[in-house]
């Protein structure tokens, strides 16, 4: 390709409102453009990026057993009524009207499409296991869209469904889709984990998240130091064995705290630690009220109270809602005389506490010395706590440490739900309907685009690794008034493209300096530069991502690159 002939509007300022390095990078490169909040355009070298991260998948997918199609991304309201997702989802899911008023979504994910699909056309126990993925644009209203295509409103997804007889049937496709996601995610040189992820359902051990680390990640991963245990946070179990001091009792004793509300000033106040003190927070748990008492140094996971409830929503209840039913203000609760109607669950630590403070459920007043059994009784005693850094790991090796990570791919075994609610069945040997088994596994195709950037740029620009990178070779004529120049520049483009190589050729008539600048920041591995010595034969070679430079005679060039590429 010739720049002077494409789209590749590179940007010397960093644009206002890109805050993270891949949409500066990308924005800057000329990459990509956005059309709308949360909404982009793939310019030609962004589009060739695409295709390359796409390319991998397929291969892997395809390697894998997984066979592709494509569905529409218009989804008749209909089907995800069979499932009773319509309501569940608010003004994230994209709907609209057609010209007969009918109502369809935009596709979020392809659950209800794909099973409605296989539902009608498979019948047979000797059909399945089936396997089917596509690459697709997905839309997702997200609130606040930002970090460029990491968060958007419109992305391109990989997302596979499998349909199956048995549950070691799923058992299988799902650690083969989980190798082929380790393979990807290898190829595009990427420095991720696999982490065990919650999909609400107990003990988390059906699903997985890939995560690429990086600073810019949404989410925390909990790892282990010594061990390769890996848990995003919201579904790390805590399994610290906690000691009683063995001291005696005091007596509890209800004091005054004016104006003392957060746990450290009534630690303070009061002359004790943190520990030493119980939070009390009120949640909605669906529609009823829980109070959730846990150590003071301990942060309440929301998601497990979640999962203990089986519930489909928790949100912190408002003080008023809260003062209505405790008669006191955040701050100065806790589980002593609490109204019956009101469960108390207790973080596991809270039973071994000892002499502990806790708010009386009255302004401004705490108790002092106060003892579980003694002075309170919970409902249940749970691990309702994120895991800490220095916790030890729940896999007995080594202690928890934190990361933060980028989100690029999910797998999960999602069992008989959208199955059993469209009435996919199958007949198995003995004549008999059963309810298919499924599995689903997405990629984040447009968003592991941004992550390999995040992964792969330096003060100049974008280093692309070479499997994804927009083209191999970087082609730049210094003087294009020079006839030798040029005459050697273009016998070189056109070489080493009968050779194979994916060349881009800067032949714009622009200063030097302009085009060592747009190199750098578009990040092509290979540079090629034909300047004074080109009546010798020679030209410059630099290797982007290490910056080695060498003068190479253009017989010496397809092998020089050849040997990098390692083909
Ligand atoms: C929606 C909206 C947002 C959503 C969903 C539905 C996430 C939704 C979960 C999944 C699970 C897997 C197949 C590919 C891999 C992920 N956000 N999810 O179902 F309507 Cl607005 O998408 N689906």
């Not at 003392?260 to 004790?272: I, N, S, Y």
């Not at 502990?356 to 009784?377: I, L, M, Q, T």
């Not at 298919?436 to 685009?449: D, E, K, N, P, Q």
């Amino acid at each position: 390709m010739k720049q002077s002939q494409t789209l590749l509007p590179t940007l010397k300022e960093v644009p206002a409102d890109a805050d993270i390095k891949s949409h500066q990078l990308l924005l800057r490169a000329g990459f990509i453009r956005q059309t709308a909040s949360g909404v982009y355009s793939f310019l030609p070298l962004g589009k060739r990026v695409l295709r390359k991260v796409e390319e991998i998948v397929r291969d892997e997918m395809d390697k894998a057993g997984a066979n592709e199609m494509f569905m529409p991304a218009l989804q008749p309201a209909e089907l995800w009524k069979e499932t009773g997702r319509w309501n569940n989802f608010g003004p994230e899911l994209m709907r609209l009207h057609d010209r007969h008023d009918r109502e369809f979504a935009l596709g979020a994910t392809h659950e209800e499409v794909i099973t409605s699909l296989v539902r009608d056309e498979v019948k047979s126990y000797k059909r399945l296991p089936l396997t089917l993925y596509q690459i697709q644009t997905k839309f997702r209203d997200e609130k606040r869209p930002r970090f460029g295509l990491l968060r958007g409103r419109e992305f391109v997804m990989k997302d596979a469904y499998s349909f199956h007889d048995s549950f070691d049937s799923l058992d299988e496709t799902y650690s083969k889709m989980y190798q082929a996601y380790s393979n990807i995610f290898s190829r595009c040189g990427l420095n991720f984990r696999a982490v065990i992820a919650d999909s609400g359902a107990m003990g988390g051990k059906d699903t997985h998240e890939f995560m690429v680390l990086s600073d810019v990640g949404e989410d925390t991963i909990a790892y282990s130091d010594t061990s390769n245990y890996a848990a995003n946070i919201e579904m790390a179990p805590v399994t610290q064995e906690y000691k009683q001091l063995d001291i005696p009792l005091k007596d509890m004793e209800k004091v005054e705290t004016p104006n003392q509300r957060t746990m450290q000033e009534v630690a303070d106040f009061l002359g004790h630690s943190l520990e030493q003190g119980l939070k009390a927070l009120m949640f909605k748990v669906d529609e009823s009220l829980v109070l959730v008492i846990t150590r003071g140094d301990h942060e309440v996971n929301d998601i497990k109270l979640k999962n203990l409830y089986n519930a489909s929503v928790v949100e912190l209840a408002t003080e008023t809602e809260t003062k209505e039913v405790l008669g006191a203000s955040f701050g100065s609760l806790g589980p002593i005389g609490v109204n019956e109607k009101i469960d108390v669950v207790a973080d596991t630590a809270v039973q071994y506490v000892v002499n502990v403070s806790c708010g009386a459920n009255e302004d401004g007043f705490h108790y002092k010395n106060v003892n579980p059994g003694r002075d309170f009784n919970v409902k249940e005693y749970a691990d309702l706590r994120f895991i800490k850094e220095g916790d030890p790991s729940p896999d007995g090796n080594g202690t928890i440490k934190f990361a933060r990570g980028i989100e690029v791919g999910h797998v999960f075994k999602l069992g008989k739900f959208y199955a059993e609610k469209m009435g996919a069945t199958f007949l198995d040997d003995q004549g008999k309907a059963n309810t298919m088994i499924m599995g689903c596994y997405g990629i984040g195709v447009s968003r592991t685009l941004a992550a390999i950037v995040e992964q792969f740029h330096d003060e100049k620009g974008i280093t692309w690794p070479t499997n994804v990178a927009p083209f191999q070779v970087h082609l730049l004529s210094i003087n294009a008034k020079n006839e030798e120049q040029k005459q050697l520049a273009d016998e070189l483009y056109q070489m080493l493209q009968e050779a194979g190589m994916e060349v881009l050729y800067d032949d714009r008539k622009e200063r030097a300096g302009v085009k060592f600048a747009d190199s750098d920041l578009v990040g092509i591995p290979f540079r090629i530069t034909v300047g004074k010595r080109a009546n010798e034969g020679y030209v410059e070679f630099k290797v982007r991502n290490t910056g080695d430079q060498t003068d190479l005679h253009q017989s010496d060039i397809l092998n020089k690159i050849k040997e990098l590429l390692e083909i």
